[in-house]
């Protein structure tokens, strides 16, 4: 018997995309990291990039029609190029570029700065492409076959979609891209597949109708598999509604196939009570079960229907005489029959994107000399640690340094030596010249103006820092307060996702550290301040003219004798030893922080050489600069105790000299010496205070960048959260609309049961 077989498909709605631009943050990131030459190098990549990608846009919205060569010549080199990208360059870290996709079927909008949900939602689309070049007329063998071949290849594409949504789930526990659809639309590619090796065989003509029976029973079965499915949570209302009754449809209209395959045979083998029992159950089949879900379908289905009735209605008369006539055999009725055996397998199974030949061959990796992300993090990993190491020691270091200074500033060692040996009226050389260099620093404002002016800077700088982060803190305090309130709204069953507070720990950790570091500053900070008050007199005497100031000292009297000399020559040596240490110490803690940019660059590169699972040779790596740092720091500790002990050295050697001065007093003129001493302690003092005020714009310059870091962290994590708190939000919107519609539909039964319109359990109309 020669069935119509055009089966007809439903179309698969694509999911639509916005335009983005990959290429210039690329570009920008490989000039920032590897230079000028190497962007110019991928440029042309970037832009094959955004080609593709642009072409699967217009796809998605309408403006290209879907061919296999559209999916050849621009899905598959986007999918194999991101997937290249991915490997080496920080998507969703330093690199912030966010896919945005829209489904058609749920209306829901999801952003993600994730290659993977990229890749999973162009692999959802290109199966699409597939499913919908499948669904084209099929009237001849080659068609059908071609029909098989794009359902299959359809159904390891949604394969492929969901191990893509799936690695995204493993890599940010907690999110909610569900699989569930992906898995059926994959099944049901599969059931369709089947059907059409089903058509193919029946084309053909060369089966016996017992096993095109079993054939289309096996279809049947697996259309009836799929109705389920699509009846109950979760996949209810996932899909298109027709889609429900599209399954129920070919599950009935595959059984009624199989009674007339199983028909003929029971006709060929003169059992022709049998034959025609199968008739009228097919014809039963086909009023009862799918002509009314033919008319929701469509024309192409209600066409299929009658064209197969007219064909058993052509039958049915002959065959029925001729078992009246001849025959006399019982026509059993459709509860009698046995039901038809199914062949047992299916003839079609998804086809893995490896095996299509564009795959197979793909494109060899143009990034394949460019870092990977694994090579980042531990570059991180080493930042976070040794960075932190260094920074500290040099910090203590510094601070020794500025404490020992102030114990020889107070000594009033330099003075004290210097104003001994000179006997001249006026300034003494070596106090004048210093006095002019010193006005001179101060770039034509007055000690008091300058000093005041990066006072103020600091104060100003050091409250910028403590309110960025005291707002970043509360973009914290926010989210956890909106995430409690929509657990107290929806209860903890529902609103399932981690608390904020368990969740942003690190990030809290970091930003006490930082608020921790501020109050110390600060309260540095407030101690130059008020030393600055303190010693604002003796600035101001710097800022009058040198000749007031050669007025102000008085010529001395006779010189101090050979005792005192010695005595000061000591303090000076001490002195001489005390400045060359420090300097040592300043250009080891320059040279270190130097290294840190260096060894930085090129642990990465060493890094990216080494294969991304060899974890031995990556921990000797960070050993090997954990050991150099470690000797550093030990070494600026040595230095800082050798600057302790020539402090002591300088303060009982002045101490010394203070004794003899005061047995030389007619000697030299003690208001000359008071004089010198005075000026030359102001003189320390604009030097103590302005080292203190540039440590201190230095260091809230680097707290700046730091906070700026840190809430580029806050941001993202926010970010992922909101799109968490969005889609769970979403879901619970529906199941409660679910519900009330549920409630909805319960009251109006019963009120129809109430009027008497529809009979209630157990009652018939």
Known sequence: MALPMNDPLLALPLKKTTNLDLAKPLLGFVKATYGQAEADHLAPQFASLNSYRSAIVDHSGGKIKATEDLAN??????????THVAKHFPLGGRLPLAFTWIDQTTKSKVTLPSADFELGCVSSNAAVLFHNLAGQPCTTEGAIKESFKYLQISAGLFENSKDCFKRYNDRHPGSEISLTRLEFLSSFMVTEAHHRAYLSAVKEGKFKPGILAKLAMEGSNMYGLAAGQLARPPLAGMLDKDWPKLATFYQRLLEARAHIHQAAEMQAATEIGQALGRYYKAQELLTQGCLPLAKGLGNPFTV??????NDIKAKVPPLDKDNGLVYHQKVPKGTELEPVQRIGKSFAKPTPISSLSYFMSGIDDPFSHIVPPHVWELRQAFKQEIHTLVNDACTNALEGRRKARDTINECGAVGVAQSTVHRAAGLPAPLKDRISNLKASTQGKTCVNHVQEMMGAVTSLASSSRDSLARVVGQLDDE??????????????????????????????????????????????????????????DLQKLDQPLSVLDNLVPCAGAGPGADLEGAMEQVNKHLSSFQGQEQQQQELVETMRQDLIDDEDRLQKDLAKLDPN????????????????????????RMTMALSVLVKSVHDANGQVSVMRKQNVDAIGSQREAAITTLDGACNKFDEVTAHLKEGLHFWGVMTEAIDRQKSKVDDWIFGRNLQKEDLAEDLRKEANMEEGERASMELIRQM?????????????
């Not at 010549?73 to 190029?81: A, D, E, G, K």
């Not at 981690?498 to 990030?507: A, F, G, M, R």
């Not at 529809?758 to 018939?764: F, T």
């Open 73 to 82: 010549s621009h899905f598959f080199p986007y999918m194999c190029l991101l």
């Open 304 to 309: 299929l229907i009658n064209s197969t009735l």
């Open 480 to 537: 956890a307060a909106m995430d409690e309130a929509l657990r107290a709204q929806f209860g903890p069953n529902k609103w399932n996702r981690p608390p904020s507070n368990s969740s942003n720990t690190t990030l809290r950790q970091d930003l006490n550290t930082l608020s921790h570091q501020i109050d110390q500053a600060s309260a540095a900070d407030k101690v130059v301040s008020d030393r600055l008050q303190g010693y604002l007199p």
């Open 753 to 765: 049961r109430e009027k008497g319109e529809i009979a209630g359990p157990g009652q018939r109309n």
């Open 614 to 637: 060899d974890k031995q040779g990556q921990s000797q790596l960070l050993d090997e600069l954990r050991t150099k740092y470690k000797k550093s720091v030990a070494e600026l500790e």
